[in-house]
């Protein structure tokens, strides 16, 4: 039985040592390369008496980001991804939950990562992995660490959104991410041909499914440069000249193909497998891609961060109008759905629930927040006899006629924009935090994808406000468009009356 | 130009887009970004950016975009 992602990569440096594992715009690894590299990289972080304990990372779209996350597994420690573009307030919030002993930057990102040395120990990527006399692997070191080590044990962290205003740190183990490799290897039938391109940023758990199954299968896959995105030209040939045969894409990447017609001039001919998750993908977007890529599988998955990138798939296996909803499908192997209503009772079909997890999948929890950790995972409410976990997502949905889960609604004010997942109580605590604000409500406007802000204060404030949510919340998060009101509407309880502010703003807006 | 400063203050509250000459480059932009811009160019000014426009060089700056526009509409 595998325990640790690590034997993922060294089956594969055995069998295909000369393979590329990992490629991005300026090379590749072998898969002997990014073995050695990580275990240079790990001996270093171990000796320096790092162990099971988070370790930071400014991330890049590139493969040494990778080596890094690698090198953090083999000295027994986990990784937390950070983007480096996020405002440095933003970084500091998540350093300090993680109260790392450890911070890992590139050379050219020296000046970022000084910011930070208060807080944590900085180290060099570059040092880390050097290959020299004087520091080669450590390996009765890094033996002594495996020998110790449980399938049980944190693999990574990864930031999502957090109500109370401060962002949770979601807590992976290796056991989790190889239930994932194992079951999508087998529901999908992945093999040592497949090529992946990577699109999702390495803090995105979209990401994982790229990294894991390319290791699990000794694979190979190609991060896709981000500018490739914002000035799509150039993506169609990407994926004929890797000669790309699947891509696990957040839905809006999807979309952006799609507006940007970027199949018409030349569609990718080795694609087999189209899979997509993160947010409802708009039929015309399925319609275009099936269009000019017919020969591939099209795969909607659906899944939060907290049970390991996903639960539940559905094979795209008939014809959709554009009214309609694809559904989510249903359960991974070893993973399991329940569907809980008011009364914490099994949904009756076509009745909707609050979407449960059970399984292997389910995460550590969020570290050092034992609160909301018991908020979401809690006992199995159908029964008291053992120990039995669920991860209750705040979804809501049901099973349709012929017996498929759909997904309905959030329960909270939990939104989905430009592929994020975003708390609108995170965006109202740091619109709160502005002196003069009196109160503020967020809420989300789908058919514009755009995030409003109604807030009370006496004059206009938006440059004030937006000056000051740039330098503590990633751009995503910030509203787009703004109404100053001189009174919020309230409810007799005194509570913020979202459903009157939304009525006005609906008939406003007609 | 006014209508088109108007559509990217909209777009980007906190970016100063007449200062700003690497939208791109820079990364100030995103493909989202993007996506909903062309939509609305193509919409206001009643243009079609088609595929070949999509270069750096068209979106780097206001007044980049600006004369995209001018040429666009002239070929109509």
Redesign the interface.
């Known amino acids: 039985m595998v325990c640790n992602v690590l034997e993922y990569l060294e089956r594969a440096e055995k069998l295909y040592p000369d393979k590329p594992a990992f490629g991005d715009e300026s090379g590749q690894l072998t898969y002997r390369q990014l073995a050695q590299a990580a275990r240079r990289m790990g001996s270093r972080l171990a000796e320096q008496g790092a162990y099971r304990e988070p370790v930071a990372v400014l991330i890049d779209k590139d493969v040494n980001t990778l080596t890094a996350f690698m090198g953090i597994v083999y000295s027994g420690c986990f990784y937390v991804p950070v983007d480096k573009?996020l405002p440095i307030e933003r970084i500091r919030t998540i350093l300090s939950v993680v109260s790392s002993g450890y911070l890992i930057v590139k050379k050219e990102d020296e000046q970022l990562g000084r910011e930070f040395e208060k807080e944590t120990k900085l180290l060099f990527l570059e040092e880390m992995f050097q290959k020299s006399v004087h520091q080669p692997e450590n390996l009765p070191l890094l033996t002594r660490i495996r020998e110790r080590h449980l399938d049980t044990n944190p693999l990574y962290m990864i930031f999502t959104s957090g109500s109370t205003g401060v962002p949770k740190g979601v807590l992976i183990s290796h056991r989790s991410v190889i239930d994932m490799a194992e079951q999508f290897t087998k529901t999908f039938q992945f093999s040592s041909e497949e090529v992946f391109a990577n699109q999702a940023p390495f803090d995105f758990d979209v990401s994982v499914k790229d990294i894991y199954l390319t290791l699990r299968n000794g694979a190979s896959m190609y991060i896709v440069p981000?500018?490739m995105?914002?000035?799509?030209?150039k993506l169609a040939g990407f994926f004929n000249e890797k000669k790309i045969t699947t891509i696990i894409w957040a839905a809006?990447?999807l979309?952006?193909a799609a507006?940007?017609?970027?199949l018409?001039?030349e569609a990718p001919r080795y694609l087999k497998k189209i899979m997509f998750s993160g947010e409802v993908l708009p039929m015309k977007v399925l319609h275009y891609w099936q269009k000019h890529v017919r020969d591939s599988i099209y795969v909607n998955l659906y899944g939060p961060t907290e049970i390991t990138c996903n639960c539940t798939y559905y094979i795209v296996d008939r014809e959709f109008s554009q009214d309609q909803v694809l559904p989510i499908g249903k359960a991974f192997p070893n993973t399991e759905i329940l569907l809980f209503n008011e009364e914490n009772r099994l949904a009756e079909p076509g009745e909707q629930g609050e979407i449960c997890v059970r399984g292997s999948s389910l995460a550590l929890g969020y570290y050092k927040n034992k609160e909301e950790t018991e908020k979401a995972f809690c006992q199995n409410p159908l029964h008291e006899d053992y120990l039995d976990m669920i991860y209750r997502t705040g979804d809501m949905g049901y099973i349709n006629d012929r017996g498929e889960l759909v997904f309905a609604a959030r329960k909270d004010h939990q939104i989905k924009h430009?592929?994020h997942r975003i708390e609108l109580l995170e965006v109202e605590a740091s619109v709160n935090a502005v002196e003069e604000v009196e109160k503020c409500c967020c809420m989300y406007d789908d058919i514009l994808?755009k995030i409003l802000l109604f807030y009370q204060a006496e004059k206009e404030m938006?440059k004030e406000i937006?000056?000051q949510l740039?330098n503590k919340l990633p751009?995503y998060m910030?509203p787009?468009?703004?109404y100053r009101l001189d009174k919020i509407p309230e409810n007799n309880h005194g509570k913020i009356d979202r459903q009157r502010l939304k009525q006005k703003y609906m008939e406003n807006n007609k | 130009m006014e209508k088109l400063m108007e559509i990217l203050k909209?777009l980007r509250?906190?970016v100063d887009f007449n200062t700003e000459k690497s939208l791109?480059d820079g990364?100030v932009?995103?493909?989202?970004d993007?996506?909903?811009l062309?939509?609305e160019l193509n919409e206001e000014f009643e243009i079609e950016i088609s595929?070949d426009d999509?270069?750096?060089e068209n979106?780097n700056s206001a007044e980049q975009i600006y004369q995209m526009i001018v040429r666009l509409q002239s070929e109509e």
């Open positions: 573009t981000k500018s995105f914002v000035m799509p030209k809006s990447a979309g952006v507006s940007f017609r970027i018409e001039k430009m592929g994808g938006e937006i000056s740039h751009k910030c787009n468009v703004f | 909209n509250p906190e791109i990364g932009l995103d493909s989202f993007l996506v909903s062309i939509g595929f999509m270069e750096p979106f």
